[in-house]
């Protein structure tokens, strides 16, 4: 089982949109529909944001959303506020064989 | 509410096993809904699985950590514990427990606080 792809950083400004984006294989990301999204910040424990591609956990704001394409996941974040500023991290499932996960390597949101 | 509060020694020496224990309060561990799992993240890296475990005793850990690991579970406690054995530096890092939502999908709703391990002589 390999770490998913994350970029180490992405950045933007209030009120904008960006997107974080995660790459895996055919045998986790692009063949099942559980990734989830994880926010962290510093010091902290990491908060469910996004599970099964697309769906949020209550009390989750719309403004995070999350899509997949092929093996190729994707979480956006619309209207930028400064709390958003944090680390994100995919998580796959990756097969039946140990009924086994992994993460990505996280990515480092910073909201100029 | 449901809580989880990971504790164990806050050092290890290299070779030795790390033992650390979940309580989860607020709710029951014998939930048919849910496996609980531990998850690790070493200073300034990412997050690890390292394994999970239903409240019948049903596991599935990382295969990467198998041969090292073992999690269990104490029902009457509403408790699970993590070992593992023969550590390094490379252990280092802290330790979360979560509520892990195996049956209908595969994420971690609920998440301890974690509890930071340093494997050093």
């Known amino acids: 089982q390999s770490a998913l792809t994350q970029p180490a950083s992405v950045s933007g400004s209030p009120g904008q949109s960006i997107t974080i984006s995660c790459t895996g294989t055919s045998s986790d990301v692009g063949s099942y529909n559980l990734v989830s999204w994880y926010q962290q910040h510093p010091g902290k424990a990491p908060k469910l944001m996004i599970y099964?591609?697309?769906k949020r956990p209550s009390g989750v704001s719309n403004r995070f959303s999350g899509s997949k394409s092929g093996n190729t996941a994707s979480l956006t974040i619309s209207g930028l506020q400064a709390e958003d500023e944090a680390d994100y991290y995919c998580?796959?499932?990756?097969?039946?064989?140990?009924?086994?996960?992994?993460f990505g390597g996280g990515t480092k949101l910073t909201v100029l | 509410q449901l809580q989880l509060q990971e504790s164990g020694p806050g050092l290890v020496k290299p070779s030795e096993t790390l033992s650390l224990t979940c309580t989860v309060s607020g709710g029951s561990i014998s939930s048919s809904s849910y496996y609980w799992g531990w998850i690790r993240q070493p200073p300034g890296k990412g997050l690890e699985w390292i394994g999970s475990i239903y409240y019948s005793g049903s596991t599935y850990y990382n295969p990467s950590l198998k041969s090292r690991v073992t999690i269990s579970v104490d029902t009457s406690k509403n408790q699970f514990s993590l070992k593992l054995s023969s550590v390094t530096a490379a252990d280092t890092a802290v330790y979360y427990c979560?509520?892990?939502?195996?049956?209908?999908?595969?994420?971690?709703?609920?998440w301890g606080r974690g509890t930071l391990v340093t494997v050093s002589s």
């Open positions: 979560a509520r892990h939502n195996l049956v209908f999908g595969w994420y971690f709703d609920l």
């Open positions: 998580c796959s499932y990756a097969g039946s064989s140990t009924f086994g996960g992994v």
């Open positions: 099964e591609v697309s």
